[in-house]
């Protein structure tokens, strides 16, 4: 197994979790708990992932973020460099299109929090950010928790949208799944399945702990 994209893959899917989790937190709360009309064409945009094919996100990220854009001309004025085919760049897609797999299990537990409980919260004077984090967070957790496993899990196996975001450049975009089609294509076929058993094993233990968070009943 190529250590250099070993250690970039898990360095690309410990921080697409961390921010996904940041980010993704609020949203998630927003979600379950907004009344607005809106709230169905935001959650359709932010779930167009799970069934674009990757290859078009990609393109439409690279679209988006080169250097004759206003996103990409900012960037590489601000720090002197291209987003496409870079560490930050494949960054940037990760985000993208992991989103929709870790704010499905945010949301669905963040939906099964019986509202009397917010509400008891709330005539106690806890303020809104208090309850989250004291009342919501704790009863979701398993939900939370299912989804920062399935984000990380499905960083590490990503192919298309980095390979059209970040290309395949050693020690700066080329990934686990990268030296799997490499090896494919130099007919060293040993090497490729030595990469693809590790990760279809990683992938069963992590839904393995996924289904086993699922069976327990959330507790406060």
Not at 73 to 84: D, K, M, Q
Request: charged share 10%; hydrophobic share 55%; net charge positive.
């Amino acid at each position: 197994m190529d250590s250099a994209a070993l250690w970039l893959t898990l360095k690309l899917a410990t921080c697409t979790t961390l921010i996904l989790v940041v980010g993704g937190l609020p949203l998630a709360w927003w979600l379950a708990t907004t009344r607005w009309p809106g709230r169905v064409v935001v959650e359709a945009i932010l779930s167009l992932p799970l069934v674009l094919p990757p290859t078009v996100l990609g393109f439409y990220l690279l679209m988006a973020t080169g250097p004759r854009t206003w996103m990409g001309a900012r960037y590489a004025e601000w720090f002197g460099s291209t987003l496409p085919f870079s560490f930050p760049g494949i960054l940037m897609a990760s985000v993208v299109f992991n989103l929709p797999f870790v704010l499905r299990p945010f949301l669905a537990g963040f939906s099964g929090v019986d509202r009397r409980f917010l509400e008891a919260s709330w005539c106690l004077g806890v303020s809104r950010v208090g309850t989250f984090l004291r009342v919501a967070l704790p009863l979701a957790w398993t939900g939370v928790l299912s989804g920062v496993v399935l984000g990380f899990a499905h960083t590490v196996g990503e192919f298309g949208v980095i390979l059209m975001v970040g290309g395949n450049i050693p020690g700066a975009t080329r990934t686990l799944s990268m030296t799997i089609y490499d090896d494919v294509q130099a007919m060293r076929y040993a090497e490729a399945g030595e990469t693809a058993l590790w990760l279809v094993g990683f992938a069963f233990l992590s839904l393995c702990l996924v289904f086993l968070l699922n069976r327990r009943p959330p507790t406060l």
